[in-house]
């Protein structure tokens, strides 16, 4: 928290105050104790509270001055609740009577309270431990809150007994994937249909949502034939031309709150576009902007690195893509099977055998992973799971691409991940992890079967279009195992936050 000069006010700030040095000259004299965008906010309130006497009042002023998308709450000495402020950034209050909350994310609510009331933008809320008032900025007239049941229990957010959030959410995996292949069906259909109808279809998504993106990519084409453009959130707009009345924007995202994600759906929806989102967090600004939503129901995620949230989203792609030729049940078989392998992935023997061999690569610089087609995504996640928990450089190519100059990077036991599974890349990314290991690199082998290739071989049964899942689970546990393996904390990396709301 970030305090005032007299000490007795109180502010903590999720956002950045893109206008901090225009607000900054209203406020000198003050004492500054650091260089923050946020000490300036907490100064502003505490000038505009001689003036009114009225802490709401002092924070609605400041607020609305800011630019930017920010949340605030503050607390004062002299006033018996808090108020917490919205005009961008998430922010959600707990309603348990006595004991009222007030937080950035909802899962961090679910010991207390699954009854909750999201602000919306321009919002600000008077909190007392038993009282909760809600005014916008423009009126001092109350609102009626909406207030939404959570349907997460407070042990789905908890460790359950693992030393992590990570591994907890890695070995979840099996149950989310179960689940989607009983539940979610009728949506999958509902969604192809739109799609169907739809001129062309933008799947749109930061980071890892994003590479699940593009694994929906590769499974629309060769499932359906269906043509379904990746984007990247922060680059969506530069598509500008080809979004219209007849476009379809589907939103990928675990938290629902990334700020890149939400303006790509503001855009299309700018634009006329329809918009649904796949999205893990129910009552999150995404599921709230979108047209319509279809919830992962992966539970909580808390990790930073996303894990169940990523092989959600694969399966509910693989389930529309199916929709679309009618072959949903052998979607659902595969989903099944994916169950199965990565049972076998979690299975004490198999992490004993991935523990070994992340401590075996604990001090490597670079790690490099390769795959083609639909493990091509599967390549990018899983370096950029390595990159964020065990810092280790990670790069995922398209095995392809190895001749046209990623080769050049390859050095004496360099190690390489390759994913082989049984499908139509298998015979050229074999290839490619020859040309690897003919320059000295150690190939580990992620496949349904050894090979001579591979110095180091982490077998996946076949799954057909479901493979992918349990070839990234391999990868997130490796991840897992290189963090522990070198003394980091992997549920909070470094420079990392879980919602990137800015
Ligand atoms: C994944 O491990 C990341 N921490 C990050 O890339 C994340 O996937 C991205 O920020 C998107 O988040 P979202 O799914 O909540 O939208």
Redesign the pocket.
């Known amino acids: 928290p970030h305090f005032d000069c007299s000490g007795k006010l109180a502010l903590i700030h999720n956002g950045i105050v893109d206008n901090y040095e225009e607000l900054g000259k209203k406020i000198r004299g003050h004492k500054l104790l650091g260089q923050t965008d946020s000490e300036i906010i907490v100064h502003l309130i505490e000038r505009e509270l001689t003036k009114t006497q009225n802490l709401l009042s002092a924070v609605k002023k400041v607020a609305k001055m800011t630019t930017g998308f920010n949340a605030f709450v503050v607390i004062h000495q002299d006033y018996p609740y808090l108020v917490a402020a919205k005009t961008g950034s998430p922010l959600v209050i707990g309603l348990n009577p006595g004991n009222n909350l007030v937080s950035s994310d909802v899962a961090s609510l679910l010991s207390h309270t699954n009854k909750v009331i999201f602000l919306e933008d321009n919002q600000i809320a008077r909190i007392s431990p038993d009282e909760v008032r809600l005014e916008n900025f423009s009126s001092v007239r109350e609102i009626k809150p909406l207030v939404q049941t959570i349907n997460w229990t407070a042990k789905s957010a908890s460790k359950s007994g693992f030393p992590h959030f990570m591994l907890k959410e890695i070995y979840d995996q099996p149950a989310v994937l179960a689940k989607i292949a009983e539940s979610k069906v009728k949506e999958a259909r509902q969604l192809a249909s739109s799609i169907a109808k739809a001129k062309n279809v933008f799947a749109v998504?930061?980071?890892?949502?994003?590479y699940a993106a593009l694994a929906g990519q590769y499974l629309f084409a060769c499932i359906a034939g269906q043509q379904v453009i990746p984007a990247i959130g922060s680059e969506f707009y530069y598509y500008d031309g080809a979004i219209g009345t007849r476009s379809l924007c589907l939103a990928?995202?675990?938290?629902?709150?990334?700020i890149d994600?939400l303006q790509s759906v503001s855009f299309a929806k700018s634009r006329g576009a329809k918009t649904v989102s796949l999205v893990?967090v129910q009552g999150s600004s995404l599921d709230r902007l979108s047209d319509q939503t279809i919830l992962l129901a992966a539970g909580p995620e808390k990790a930073?690195?996303?894990t169940k949230?990523f092989s959600a989203k694969v399966a509910l792609l693989l389930l529309t893509a199916s929709a679309l030729k009618r072959k949903i049940p052998r979607a659902v078989i595969e989903i099944k099977q994916a169950v199965r392998a990565i049972r076998k992935i979690l299975s004490p023997d198999y992490q004993k055998y991935l523990k070994k061999l992340a401590s075996g690569f604990k001090h490597v610089h670079s790690i490099f992973i390769l795959g083609r087609g639909i493990s091509y995504p599967a390549a990018l996640e899983a370096a950029?799971?390595i990159k964020?928990v065990s810092y280790i450089h990670a790069e995922g190519f398209a095995a392809g691409e190895l001749k046209h100059g990623v080769i050049a990077l390859i050095s004496q036991r360099t190690p390489c991940l390759v994913f082989a599974p049984n499908d139509e890349t298998y015979s050229d990314v074999i290839s490619g992890a020859m040309e690897v290991k003919a320059r000295g690199g150690l190939i580990i082998g992620i496949s349904h079967k050894p090979n001579p290739q591979f110095d180091y071989y982490l077998p996946v049964a076949d799954s057909g279009n479901a493979t992918i899942l349990g070839n990234v689970v391999v990868a997130q546990c490796l991840a897992y195992y290189l963090a522990v393996a070198r003394g980091l904390d992997p549920d909070m990396p470094r420079n990392?936050a879980?919602?990137?709301t800015v």
Do not use: F, M
């Not at 998504?205 to 994003?210: P, Y």
């Not at 990928?252 to 990334?258: A, K, P, R, V, Y």
């Open positions: 998504a930061c980071g890892t949502a994003s990928l995202s675990q938290s629902g709150e990334t994600t893990n930073v690195a996303s949230a950029l799971k964020e990392l879980k919602s990137v």
